[in-house]
């Protein structure tokens, strides 16, 4: 079984900073892929940033510039630096993971969720 657990969430003002962690543990062979989406009140779950194994990233336009996806191979562990947060950041954050087993099974895992809130 495999298990993502995100952190870092919270209350920010416009302009501030937060940085959200997703661990991944469990009987892991391979990370494969490793994105961040959001979900605001009212709206579709949209991809905000991804990370392949190479390295290679992606964003969505609304945040090009002022987040960064990073990650961390020797803990399975993916970063979301974000900058410059606007109110209509506010959503709940969701890590997702291609993950390959160690009985060599690959599907895609879902965190729990961490929310973030950018008000004065």
């Known amino acids: 079984q495999v298990q993502l657990v995100e952190s870092g969430g919270g209350l920010v003002q416009p302009g501030g900073s937060l940085r959200l962690s997703c661990a991944a543990s469990?009987?892991?062979?391979?990370?494969?892929?490793m994105d961040w989406y959001r979900q605001a009140p009212g709206k579709e779950r949209e991809l905000v940033a991804g990370i392949r194994g190479v390295g290679s990233t992606n964003y969505a336009d609304s945040v090009k510039g002022r987040f960064t996806i990073s990650r961390d191979n020797a803990k399975n562990t993916v970063y979301l630096q974000m900058n410059s947060l606007k109110a209509e950041d506010t959503a709940v954050y969701y890590c997702s993971a291609g993950i390959t087993t160690k009985v060599l099974m690959t599907r895609t895992y879902w965190g729990q969720g961490t929310q973030v809130t950018v008000s004065s």
């Open positions: 469990g009987s892991i062979f391979r990370i494969n892929s």
